[in-house]
Nanobody
Framework: VQLQAFGGGLVQPGSYLRLSCAAS????????MGWFRQAPGKEREFVIA???????FYADSAKGRFTIARDNAKNTVYLQMNSLKPEDTAVYYC?????????????????WGQGTQVTVLQ
C-alpha cells in the first residue's frame, strides 16, 4: 500500500483545513487508517483513526475539533480540522494497518505517507 497525504497549508488560528490521504491497492477498506502528527522538536503523536467499519478513535487533542472520514470507493481518508490552533502546527502523516487494538500506537501501522505540513500562525 502506498499512501500520499496532501492538503496542508498555512492558516490563521480558528481556520479549518481538510487533509486527504490517497491510498493505492485494492484492499483499502480492510485497513485501519490513522493520522499522526509531529511538531518541531517533538515526537510523533497520534491524532485520530478510523476502522474499516467506520468507527472513529480520537486523541484527546482532536476531540471536538477534528473528524475523520473514509471513502472506500476512492481509497481516500480525510481529516477535517476545525478551529485550528497554533499548537496544531506539525507535519501530519497518514498511516494504514491491519489492527484490532492499539490504534493510537504508531508501531501498529504498516504503511506511512510522506507527510503534509500544517502551519497555524501565532
Amino acid at each position: 500500500v502506498q499512501l500520499q497525504a496532501f492538503g496542508g497549508g498555512l492558516v490563521q488560528p480558528g481556520s479549518y483545513l481538510r487533509l486527504s490521504c490517497a491510498a493505492s491497492g485494492r484492499t483499502f477498506s480492510s485497513y485501519v487508517m490513522g493520522w499522526f502528527r509531529q511538531a518541531p522538536g517533538k515526537e510523533r503523536e497520534f491524532v485520530i483513526a478510523i476502522s474499516g467499519s467506520d468507527s472513529p478513535f480520537y486523541a484527546d487533542s482532536a476531540k471536538g475539533r477534528f473528524t475523520i472520514a473514509r471513502d472506500n470507493a476512492k481509497n481516500t481518508v480525510y481529516l477535517q480540522m476545525n478551529s485550528l490552533k497554533p499548537e496544531d502546527t506539525a507535519v501530519y502523516y497518514c498511516a494504514a494497518g491491519i489492527l484490532d487494538y492499539g490504534l493510537d500506537r504508531e508501531e501498529k501501522y504498516d504503511f506511512w505517507g510522506q507527510g503534509t505540513q500544517v502551519t497555524v500562525l501565532q
